[in-house]
């Protein structure tokens, strides 16, 4: 196997000086590297040794050992630079898109477009708007710097003018081709047409009553603001109602409603040659006269008949109803004897008999009761007409009975000491008399026994009972058509315990 030659590991040790030595030289021209690049591998060539006698020449890729760096440097020449290109020529950006007008009025033209369709290297700095009068070719520019959004509002117009719009992008290349509007503008407010908005409780009759205030706001749409008009019934209004009007709506008021106001109250809005229309009914209304007559056509038995006719002023409205009263002569107080009638005729009944009574009307509708009253100028006189009273005839009735027990006595139990009693009913007409007997013996006026007798309830008290007063206790109970008794049996028993010691 042949070693590794010494001569590699010399020529490792002598490139680091050859490398500094080529960096501290002066960099070439360009040019020169290319004709000093050939004695590089002469030099190099000493640097190896030839391998001993017997041993293998080294072979390649020893060489390839050197670091890359180091090798690219002493055997491969630098590449040569490029030239750099030559900046691109600066060109403008096409021609702006969709120029239209969004807006406009007497003063001022707004206007909108969209950015170019081709931009470019050199970007968009903004762009510059400019007018000039139709028929003319004196383009102005109107904004003094360059408008960076795609909108813009042309201010300080002349009304009625006649403007040629046109829009130009401008960038480091220039302008671009101006985007013109197709026709030239006229300065003036876009029509719209007019609408009258009447509100709901409006398109119906409007009712209010003498001497309210009326305050009515109907709103409206048009553009420019549109010339407002009223009629009332086909003509001019009245002093009295006052209108103001804005650009949104009219206010139709009166301070104080009379009857004279009511009509057909007709609004008109006009912008150019549009208009639009809407009528409003207004009713004022008050309250109704009386009846014009009242008039008592029958009297008979406890009946009065009365007939009357409309009111000449219904308050301007209709009639609802009518109320009628009565007065009794004597006190002369009036009284409400049918209220919200709807006829014109009427039946007074349950009239006193010799009574004279006088009637009244009034008249009713949505606001009220009339103030006033028509008083019939007849009277109702009702005549007391002779009557003989029969009484019917009646047979008494035979109410008289023996006497009878309802409810009988029952056999009680009680204690030495205390006190009981004995309780029975009895009925009878007349009014049977009541004994009370013990043993078959009448008890009489014993204070012992205390006897009561009330409504038919009879009772029997025994105080304190001592071991004799036990037995059998009758109650009879007699009258002039009979009797009946009824009996019980009283037990009166010894006490135990505690109390039987006492006694």
């Given amino acids: 196997m042949p070693s590794k030659p010494a001569p590699i590991k010399k020529a490792a040790k002598k490139e680091p000086a050859k490398k500094e030595e080529a960096a501290a030289a002066p960099e070439p021209a360009p040019a020169a590297p290319v004709a000093e690049a050939a004695p590089a591998p002469a030099e190099a060539a000493p640097a190896e040794v030839a391998p001993a006698e017997g041993e293998a020449p080294a072979a390649p890729p020893a ?13 491969v020449p630098a590449p040569e630079e490029p030239a750099p290109p030559p900046p691109p020529p600066k060109e403008p950006t096409s021609v702006p898109l969709d120029l239209l007008v969004q807006d406009k009025n007497d003063t001022s033209v707004s206007i909108i477009w969209s950015q170019p369709e081709v931009v470019g290297l050199s970007g968009l700095d903004g762009y510059t708007i400019e007018v000039c009068k139709d028929g003319t070719e004196d383009w102005k520019a109107v904004n003094e710097e360059l408008q960076k959004s795609c909108r813009y509002i042309i201010k300080n ?6 403007l040629k719009i046109r829009v130009v992008a401008v960038n480091a290349g220039g302008r671009s081709p101006p985007a013109a509007l197709p026709e030239a503008v006229l300065v003036k407010e876009v029509a719209d047409r007019p609408k009258v908005r009447l509100p709901r409780y409006l398109r119906q009759r409007y009712v209010a009553n ?15 603001k549109p010339a407002v008009s009223w ?13 103001r009007s804005t650009d949104r709506d009219s206010i139709l008021f009166i301070r104080t409603a009379e009857r004279a106001d009511s009509g057909v109250y007709e609004m008109c ?10 009528s409003l009914i207004l009713q004022i209304v008050e309250l109704p006269g009386p009846p014009a007559s009242l008039k008592i056509v029958d009297t008979w038995g406890f009946n009065a008949a009365l007939e009357w006719t409309p009111p000449k002023d219904n308050g301007n409205t209709d009639i609802t109803g009518y109320t009628i009263q009565k007065a009794d002569k004597k006190t002369g107080d009036w009284f409400t004897v049918l209220d919200h009638y709807h006829r014109m005729n009427a039946t007074i009944s349950d009239l006193i ?11 009713e509708n949505k606001c009220g009761m009339s103030e006033e009253a028509t008083v019939a100028k007849e009277e109702a006189q009702i005549v007391k007409i002779g009557i ?19 409810t009988s006595l029952n056999d009680r139990a009680t204690t030495v000491g205390y006190s009981t009693k004995l309780l029975c009913s009895v009925r009878g007409s007349p009014r049977p008399k009541v004994i009370w007997m013990k043993n078959q013996m009448i008890i009489g006026d014993d204070p012992k026994y205390r006897q009561i007798c009330v409504q038919g309830i009879c009772s029997l008290e025994i105080r304190k009972p001592g071991n004799y007063d036990g037995g059998v206790y009758s109650c009879k109970a007699k009258n002039d058509l009979g009797e009946a008794t009824v009996s019980c049996k009283l037990e009166v028993k010894q006490p135990t315990g505690p109390d039987a010691e006492k006694k």
């Fill in 269 to 278: 809005v006009k912008v150019e040659d549009f208009e639009d229309k809407a």
């Fill in 388 to 406: 003989d009273y029969k009484p019917p005839e009646y047979k008494e009735r035979d109410s008289t009975e023996a006497p009878k027990f309802t």
């Fill in 353 to 363: 008999m010799g009574n004279t009574y006088k009637f009244r009307v009034f008249s």
């Fill in 63 to 75: 060489e390839e050992a050197k670091p890359p760096g180091d090798a690219e440097a002493a055997e």
């Fill in 157 to 162: 117009l002349t009304t009625g003018e006649r």
């Fill in 210 to 224: 003498v001497g309210e205030k009326i305050n009515l706001t109907i709103p409206f749409t048009g553009k420019p």
């Fill in 231 to 243: 009629l009332k019934n086909g003509e001019p209004l009245d002093k009295r109602v006052n209108v």
